[in-house]
């Protein structure tokens, strides 16, 4: 069983909130949600959508094909109708005009009474995230107003839901992070939300610093000092860091780095998706020095592997940077796993206060003394790359790859990032094995091992010139052919997505 319900209307209104009452609820009874949220640039008003799917097994996608309308403005039905099924139903918001702030209520209400759902469990979370009684009735009014169209019955399932996001920021909290510094940028603005709301609780601190040009000094400065730090943002703010992250090749200080991409060049289209930073993450700054770039393909994957860059960066003195993107990001995932047990470490190296510690721009030598000497320039060039080999054995401790799907099939899919969910979702119940890249830097050397073993190679990738096939083409010599790409600043859905596998 799945549905995919969009939920529209104008910023402002709440359509976010009518996808968290109804999710947290469906989540309650065993089901697995997927929300995926669609906003122009815009603070009030313009047309905003979220598309909630709902599974009694897991799902990381959504379809293009519609089961329902909840609609906040007669514009929303206007312009979706065409997406819907001709068995789907619609929500109104008429009925629930004189609501004020409550209308989204009602109408969370009235869509689980279309689920079929029993109302006390609607009720209980209303009034945990309300207090008051208007809103009690108005969850009540709305539940009352609609006819039961499936009945979903309780399933046994124990889940939880987040955003990647809030993976990215309880990765850093499991890796007793000391201090976050950003500048506000859609889509890693969660981030900075989620971290500074929890200070308090965990004991670090959120600084928002006045440009990226200052947080990634400032973080340079306060890693030196021994803190555990993470910088986030976004495309445009991430070039202006690339400086700073040169010094930080030199400096040997250790920096992770959460770059949160989005469409390009130049401001492109800001609050929606794409995967087309990886070029840029492997390869910003100036000079030759080593990096860790890691990908998480949901919000499991996202606590997981933030506690690797962390524990890389602080181990090797060296950048360590996660890339995702806005879907990955905003989206919310439902799973009923845990992630794995984090990796504990303690800030082991020279700080102020305990030794003389010298770090700058400037070649130097072993005292940390600045040169211009050619033999000790050569010398660090090429500890410098011993140290990248080091890495990279280290890396094989961990998932660098993972194999989904029909581990013996002939027929591979290669995919990064958040095209994780719709690819899952996709080859469901196909003969394809899925090879998702966690690691872009080091890259694994069993890559190129699944590649020749196959008969059937297609690339799956959310940008316009496939830059993961081009990094495995340096790396292995193998050119991939087939390859699945979009580019219009929207994710991949699972449906479309397996109509253009099955032309190959």
């Known amino acids: 069983m799945r549905l995919n319900i969009l939920i529209g209307g104008e910023a402002g209104q709440g359509i976010n909130k009518i996808s968290e009452i109804v999710s947290t609820v469906m989540n309650y009874y065993g089901y697995y949600t997927f929300n995926y949220r669609d906003y122009p640039s815009l603070v009030r008003g313009g047309h905003n959508f979220n598309i909630l799917c709902i599974s009694d097994t897991k799902v990381a996608s959504y379809e293009s094909v519609l089961d329902g309308i909840v609609a906040m403005d007669e514009l929303t039905i206007k312009l979706h109708k065409s997406q819907l099924k001709k068995d789907g139903f619609v929500i109104p918001v008429k009925g629930f005009e004189n609501l004020g702030r409550n209308i989204n209520v009602a109408q969370s209400g009235a869509l689980l009474k279309v689920l079929g759902l029993g109302k006390q469990a609607l009720i209980d979370e209303v009034n945990n995230q309300f207090h008051n009684e208007e809103s009690n009735k108005a969850a009540e009014l709305g539940y009352n107003s609609q006819e039961n169209k499936y009945n979903l019955e309780e399933l046994s399932n124990a889940i939880s839901k987040i955003t990647g996001n809030q993976g990215i920021a309880k990765g850093a909290i499991n890796s007793g992070i000391n201090m976050y510094l950003a500048y506000p940028m859609t889509p890693s603005t969660g981030v900075l939300h989620e971290l500074g709301s929890s200070q308090e609780k965990h004991g670090h601190m959120v600084f928002q610093a006045e440009n990226e040009i200052a947080v990634v000094n400032s973080a340079l400065g306060a890693s030196f000092a021994g803190a555990k730090t993470m910088i986030g943002t976004s495309g445009g703010g991430y070039d202006l860091m690339t400086e700073g992250l040169s010094l930080q090749g030199m400096s040997e200080i250790p920096l992770v780095v959460y770059l949160a991409s989005r469409p390009g060049p130049a401001t492109g289209v800001p609050t929606y998706t794409m995967q087309g930073d990886l070029d840029v993450a492997l390869r910003s700054g100036h000079g030759e020095f080593p990096r860790v770039v890691i990908a998480p393909g949901d ?51 020279k700080v102020p206060g305990e030794a003389i510690v010298k770090a700058s721009s400037y070649e130097h030598d072993k005292y940390g003394n600045t040169t211009e000497d050619a033999n000790i320039a050569c010398e660090n060039g090429i500890k410098r790359l011993e140290k990248y080999a080091k890495i990279k054995q280290e890396c094989k401790n961990f998932e660098m790859i993972k194999i989904h799907g029909n581990p013996d099939s002939k027929n591979l899919i290669i995919g990064w990032g958040s095209t994780k969910g719709a690819i899952l979702d996709a080859i469901d119940g196909l003969d394809y094995k899925f090879l998702q890249i966690l690691y872009a830097k080091p890259l694994s050397d069993d890559i190129k091992e699944h590649i020749q073993n ?51």
């Open 299 to 349: 919000a499991i994957e996202a606590i997981e592997k933030t506690n690797e860059a962390f524990y890389l960066a602080e181990k090797f003195g060296t950048l360590a940077i996660l890339l995702g993107d806005k879907h990955l990001a905003e989206s919310e995932f439902s799973f009923s796993e845990q992630p794995n047990n984090p990796i504990k470490f303690k800030v082991r190296r």
């Open 454 to 504: 196959s008969d059937k190679v297609i690339l799956v990738e959310n940008n316009l010139t496939g830059q993961m096939g081009y990094l495995i083409r340096e790396k292995t010599g193998i050119s991939i052919k087939n390859r699945i790409l979009k580019f219009d600043a929207r994710p991949f859905t699972s449906d479309k997505l397996r109509e253009e596998i099955s032309k190959f």
